[in-house]
């Protein structure tokens, strides 16, 4: 069964600690992406990765950092000096880069106690 | 400034009546456009594109519209359906250099049985 897996489905992250978010897929895409999804405001573009061992800063990518190191794993690290973490993360991947349909995960919501 | 909007109220219909959504954007040129189905706390879901030199598109129950001159998309769902209620978020891809996925904020429709 292919598709997307993320984990946690809820975290909770105590201040000044850094956490880690799991996004792996199994549908033989190059290209992965993780959003931010707040209320009142669009998917916002974090990181993204064309290929393994490469990615890109998104538009909001201050206070997160990513690795990709296997094809199919990508995960998000929000460290302590993202000072508004509290929101619903969105893994998402598509064939390539540009290609047109972006594939999501079941997304993590992360709150700061 | 470039805008992409979508109705921020919420949109109510009656089961079997057709659900029309819309879609603006501003100082964009689109390559495309695609809607996603987002349901509470889950991933967006891909469900139609629609490129620039298309007028409309369908699936199943579903048609797209796409008027570049007014800078407008319409989904529409016809025969709605209770399982039809979700968030539905409109996204384009801009033409150009910087191509990534413009999202609006979407629209959430409910439809009474």
């Known amino acids: 069964d292919g598709g997307i897996t993320q984990s946690p489905k809820y975290l909770f992250r105590k201040e000044g600690q850094n956490v880690t978010l799991s996004c792996e897929q199994n549908?033989?895409?190059?290209?992965m992406y993780w959003y931010r999804q707040d209320p009142g405001q669009g998917l916002r573009l974090i990181y993204y990765s064309q290929i393994v061992n490469d990615f890109q800063k998104g538009d909001i990518a201050e206070g997160y950092s990513v690795s990709r190191e296997k094809k199919e794993s990508f995960p998000l690290t929000v460290t302590s000096a993202q000072k508004n973490p509290t929101a619903f993360y969105l893994c998402?991947?598509?064939?390539?880069?540009?290609?047109?349909?972006?594939?999501f995960g079941p997304g993590t919501r992360l709150l700061v106690l | 400034s470039q805008k992409i909007e979508q109705n921020s109220e919420a949109l109510n219909i009656q089961e079997g009546k057709t659900a029309t959504l819309t879609c603006n954007y501003t100082n964009y040129s689109p390559a495309y456009l695609q809607w996603y189905r987002q349901d509470p706390g889950r991933g967006p879901v891909f469900l139609l594109l629609i490129r620039e030199n298309e007028k409309e598109k369908r699936k199943e129950r579903l048609k797209v519209t796409f008027d570049t001159t007014l800078k407008q998309s319409l989904f529409h769902i016809t025969a709605s359906q209770p399982a039809d209620s979700a968030t539905y978020l409109c996204a384009l891809r801009n033409a150009g250099n910087n191509r990534k996925l413009i999202w609006g904020l979407g629209t959430s429709l409910a439809v009474n049985p």
């Open positions: 549908l033989n895409h190059d290209a």
């Open positions: 998402a991947s598509s064939i390539r880069v540009y290609q047109e349909t972006q594939y």
